[in-house]
């Protein structure tokens, strides 16, 4: 991904495919708890989106910066984000689970803010659109948000059951898999049940250090790329440079011979 962005920055191919490099380096970076880098790249999308007046892809780049927000636990920028991914969204008629996804955000707010209650009303109503609208894996939209509806709402046993019906929407290394055992630590804590609340935080110690080696190694993965990238551009001035001077040399010796 970031050779093909090096590529359409070096033709100056700042198009739709661009504008998607950007936010799937974001969304990695996301995923990976990276998320002063994922912020950069997501932003550069909005800012694209906006140019290109595509409003499906403005809608998906309001997406990505609320759930960012909401991550690091941003309420005014989430909300903001949040509000703008709604209005968008609601006025793209063939997206109809587009705009029910930016409602998983909005209820995700809602547990940032306390309103678990209202979180959690939020998503049962998500969740009766995705089983009359069938959406490949749309429960794994929900179930982190859910999840944490009923933790705050002390409803222990129901948070057990939703994290761990959910197994296979978390395989790997991501801040969804990390956040999955640590909530499910929290949920055996509340049930007393301080085996399995062990269990789960030596599985999230697991994950987070796996997630610490990914973001130090993809962070000299980008700086290798970009150092190899900033020397081929130097490469090819020096070429271009000694072109010229090819030129004006063959030029004087012209002109020498011509007076002469």
Known sequence: LQESLHLSESLRLTDLSYAYINVALGLIHLDIGNYQEAEKYLSKNLQLCHQLKDTLSLGNSYLCLSLLKIKQKD????KIYTDSALYVMKNVKHCEPCYNIVRVNNAAL????????????ELNEVDKFFKTNPVPKSESVTFIEKAKACLGLKKYDEAVKILNASKEFVQGYTKTA?????????AYEGRGDYKNALENYKQYVQ???????????????????ES????????????????????????????FLGVS
């Not at 809602?110 to 009303?121: F, Q």
């Not at 994950?207 to 790329?225: H, P, Y």
């Open 75 to 78: 309420e005014i920028k989430a």
């Open 110 to 121: 809602k547990n940032l803010s306390g309103d678990y209650s209202g979180a959690l009303t």
């Open 178 to 186: 990390s956040d999955r055992y640590d909530m499910l630590v929290k």
């Open 207 to 225: 994950v987070e250090d796996s997630l610490a080696l990914w973001r130090n190694s993809n962070e000299v993965t980008r700086l290798e790329l």
């Open 228 to 255: 190899q990238y900033a020397q081929k551009q130097l490469k090819a001035e020096l070429d271009f440079q000694a072109k010229l001077n090819n030129q004006k040399t063959a030029r004087n010796w012209l002109l």
